[in-house]
């Protein structure tokens, strides 16, 4: 088996090695900011797939490097020594409180690691790169430069003629813009440098690849999950009486709302945590619901209404009229269990309103039961699902490296239903119809599926 | 999958639908063989119970594992709107699940098996306590007619002499409603092992083996969902933070006294010459490489006041800082932008960057011409 390669993303500070560490392990826990010396010491991200993987170092920048290669020419005469020399810089004491941030960012290099020199594209060469490039160089190891273009492109052919004297592999990748397909490109490029790190590389490629079609599944289920349990929500309680329920009516409106928005946020959430990223902030205008969803019927014992009521004793009536039957071989021809469940049932029917009122030790037999909800109208599942297709797009076409929050919109719903095939459509809006009436739909994940296929436009 | 865990409700689903379906079972055995008034089972139809109806359902139970359908009777009873409001809604849950069609073949054949042994133990209740009378009537059929068919459908169990159909038995247990035909009740009861044999033969350890095969199914696709679940797993170690720096030096416009410029970002020509429109010509003129490679580490008269002309657009690095921390007394950095077509202005965000680093060293300010 291979050894798995280590990677070092080196360079200047503030030149977007932690954008692009970020980027390619799919963690946005990254500490990035416009501030430079950000990134203090070194940080290791390890993707792995069983035994197979590779790791990424992000390291501080250059803080001395004309000093440091005063030093280094100082203690290596010739060409053989330097990488020697470059060790010794490491480990010497007195260069690691002279050199904290060079001594840091070199350690994985002279344990290992191939180096990944970044600069900014946008900005003009300047000489004063080159003392980085020429210890990176002393180090011996292998090494590809990365030209991250900030802010535009302007300058990368000058970077990469200039870049090209020092680096074997010269590469242009924006972390915050290049897509999935980019990034797996650039991850199989670094193979370029060792042979023998192609397969461990392919495997996680391949396995990124992989991971991306799943999360899609994934997304469709969250989605299908949410929109069945936002339309049969139902919040009730018990009451005494038909006043206390009047009463009752705003608070459990306020829990009912608060309880629909919370369910939403969290599927929300979780498909965040689906795409990997644990710390992006969104904001999302509030679910609105027209409807009056508030409700009161009069229950019976064990909560039950009149009819479910009938149900329980025709059942109960029937089944005590079975036994007897059965008792009787079959003789009384299943009338015992006729006559069990009519008798029983009726009694339920019209006794049920004389039941509520009994009070045993001192308990109520019956009362009124207010609910709220679940919703009816039948716009709201179409929200939920513009919104939550909107925050997909947007977590599938977002870069880990990227710490802007996020306004979740409904996007154009429309256009994406009206890009389905007829029979999906109306498999789509039959769906719906059923859900806003609380049936149960075996394929909503089905119906569901077309619109994953169609991402929504930008 | 990483969002949607396969929940451990559906543990308890099973064993409510195979709770209803073996009392199902249960009774429409006991139902059934409980005869007419005197106790009389009509085998044929006996044959209909425990023969047909499990081999018909088998079919399409193989052919639902064939097309992959997620139907079956767990999900046709789960589908009958009779469950209370609370359950619909674990329901709905439950068909969401990823590992759903698996999970509802398994209930699916677990609650068939529990119909079949409720049914069998319905079958040996009533023939522990009651006489059980098999006969069987036909006007088209006679005893030889039937023998065949029966002979066939006990092949199986030819290990089992006791079970295997006669036409002698055929014919002692033939009934006519118009009167009985045999002096012996005892023979009537003769075919409960055959009965006994084809309940076994044909539902049971079909639908046994078919439980085992959606066991199979069920524990091979969870597990798969949970090694796919954690193929790819990505760790970090190390902390950095983003901080807050507070200090940050003042902006000034321009400079009373004379100065000496070091012209660290070595500069254009062009950049030079609007500094000297802006604020005048400096009294001394120098490089970075100058003053850093200087005998005193200085490189400038120490009675100017020095001006640092930097790259805005590059981070301060701290061996521009070790170089001010030598200097005595103030100074000012001043940022400056510029590309091929002339010279920019300092974006706000370079010029903040640089007033914090400049904050850092005591007395210096950052220089920015109107």
Same mark, same amino acid.
């Given at each position: ?11 200047? /500070?503030?030149?977007?090695? &932690? ?9 946005? &826990? ?17 993707? &792995? ?10 390291? !501080? ?188 009516? /705003? ?129 709201? /599942? ?67 599926? !077309? ?8 | ?6 929940? +451990? ?22 139902? #059934?063989?409980?005869?007419? +008034? ?66 509802? #073949? ?149 400079? +009373?006294?004379? #100065? ?78 510029? +590309? ?16 914090? #680093? ?13």
């Amino acid at each position: 088996m291979a050894l798995n390669p280590v990677f070092a993303v080196v360079g200047h /500070p503030n030149k977007g090695k &932690s954008s692009i560490v970020s980027t390619l392990a799919q963690v946005d &826990s990254v500490a990035i900011s416009s501030q430079s010396g950000t990134t203090r010491s070194n940080e290791e991200f390890t993707i &792995s797939l069983g035994e197979a993987g590779f790791r990424l170092i992000d390291t !501080p920048g250059f803080q001395r490097p004309a000093a440091v290669l005063k030093w280094l020419k100082a203690h290596a005469n010739s060409a053989e020594k330097r990488a020697d020399a470059v060790r010794q810089f490491v480990s010497d004491p007195a260069c690691i409180e002279a050199f904290p941030d060079e001594t840091e960012l070199l350690r994985p290099i002279v344990n290992g690691a191939a180096i990944l020199y970044v600069v900014d594209g946008s900005r003009p060469y300047g000489a004063e790169y080159e003392n980085e490039m020429e210890i990176l160089r002393w180090a011996g190891q292998p090494s590809m430069a990365l030209i991250n273009p900030i802010e535009s492109e302007r300058y990368v052919t000058p970077w990469t003629q200039a870049l090209g004297q020092y680096f074997r592999i010269v590469k242009v990748f924006n972390p915050m813009q290049d897509d999935f397909d980019q990034q797996m490109t650039i991850l199989e490029t670094f193979a370029h440098l060792n042979e023998a790190w192609a397969e461990p590389l392919q495997t996680i490629v391949s396995a990124l690849r992989d991971q991306r079609r799943r999360r899609q599944q994934d997304s469709l289920q969250l989605l299908t999950k949410l929109l069945i349990e936002l339309c049969n929500y139902q919040l009730d309680q018990k009451v005494l009486n038909a006043q206390q329920a009047e009463t009752l009516k /705003p608070a459990l409106e306020a829990r009912y709302f608060q309880k629909m928005k919370a369910m939403e946020q969290q599927a929300h959430t979780e498909l965040k945590k689906l795409y990997r990223y644990q710390h992006l902030q969104s904001d999302i205008f509030e679910l609105s619901f027209e409807d009056n969803l508030f409700d009161t019927e009069q229950w019976i014992v064990w909560g039950l209404n009149r009819k479910q009521l009938t149900m329980a004793a025709t059942a109960a009536g029937a089944a005590a009229g079975a036994i007897l039957d059965i008792g009787l071989a079959g003789h009384s021809l299943f009338l015992g269990a006729l006559g069990g469940g009519l008798m029983a049932g009726g009694s339920a029917w019209f006794g049920a309103d004389r039941i509520a009122d009994y009070k045993v030790l001192g308990m109520p037999l019956g009362g009124y039961e207010v609910r709220q909800g679940p919703v009816r109208n039948r716009n709201f /599942p179409y929200v939920v699902l513009g919104r939550f297709l909107w925050l997909t797009h947007a977590l599938q076409h977002r870069n880990h490296a990227r710490r802007d929050a996020l306004r979740i919109s409904e996007g154009e719903l429309s256009e994406q239903i009206s890009a389905l095939a007829g029979a999906e459509q109306k498999a789509l809006h039959r769906a719906f119809d059923r859900l806003v009436r609380q049936k149960n739909i075996s394929n909503l994940e089905e119906v569901l599926a !077309p619109l994953f296929i169609n991402p929504p436009s930008d | 999958m990483e969002a949607v865990r396969h929940s +451990d409700k559906h543990a308890s689903v099973p064993i409510i639908l195979s709770g209803l379906t073996f009392l199902t079972g249960f009774l429409v055995t006991v139902s #059934f063989l409980a005869g007419d +008034d005197q106790g009389r089972v009509n085998l044929l139809y006996l044959l209909l119970l425990f023969v047909v109806i499990p081999l018909a359902s088998l079919l399409v139970s193989l052919l639902l594992l064939v097309t992959r359908s997620n139907q079956g009777l767990a999900g046709w009873l789960l589908s009958l709107p009779v469950w209370p409001r609370h359950w619909r809604s674990h329901i709905a849950e439950l068909v969401m699940s990823p590992l759903h069609r698996p999970w509802l #073949f398994y209930a699916s054949q677990l609650s068939a098996f529990m119909l079949g042994l409720g049914g069998l133990l319905g079958f040996m209740f009533l023939l522990l306590l009651s006489d059980v009378s098999f006969v069987w009537r036909s006007t088209l059929l006679k005893a030889e007619d039937l023998a065949p068919v029966l002979s066939a459908i006990a092949w199986p169990w030819q290990f089992w002499p006791e079970a295997q159909p006669t036409v002698a038995m055929l014919q002692t247990t033939q009934d006519f409603r118009s009167g009985a035909q045999t002096n012996d009740p005892r023979l009537l009861g003769e075919w409960w092992r055959f009965a006994l044999a084809a309940q076994l033969t044909f539902n049971l350890l079909p639908r046994c083996l078919m439980l085992i095969i959606a066991r199979m199914i069920y524990g091979y696709r969870t597990r798969l969902a949970a090694s796919e679940s954690s193929q790819l797993t990505i760790s970090s170690a190390g902390d950095n933070q983003v901080h807050d720096i507070n200090q940050s030096a003042p902006i000034v416009d321009h400079i +009373d006294k004379s #100065f000496a410029l070091i012209n660290w970002a070595q500069a254009p020509d062009m950049c030079l010459a609007a500094l000297h429109s802006n604020i005048g010509q400096p009294d001394y003129e120098t490089g970075r490489n100058q003053v850093t490679d200087s005998a005193d580490g200085i490189g400038f008269p120490p009675t100017l006041k020095p001006v640092v002309l930097v790259k805005s657009w590059e981070p301060p690095l701290a061996e521009l800082e070790d170089y001010l921390r030598l200097l005595p007394g103030a100074g000012y950095i001043l940022p400056m932008d510029w +590309d091929e077509s002339g010279i920019n202005p300092v974006t706000p965000a370079h010029i903040e960057e640089w007033c914090r #680093f400049t904050g850092k060293i005591p007395q210096w300010q950052v220089l920015q011409w109107r």
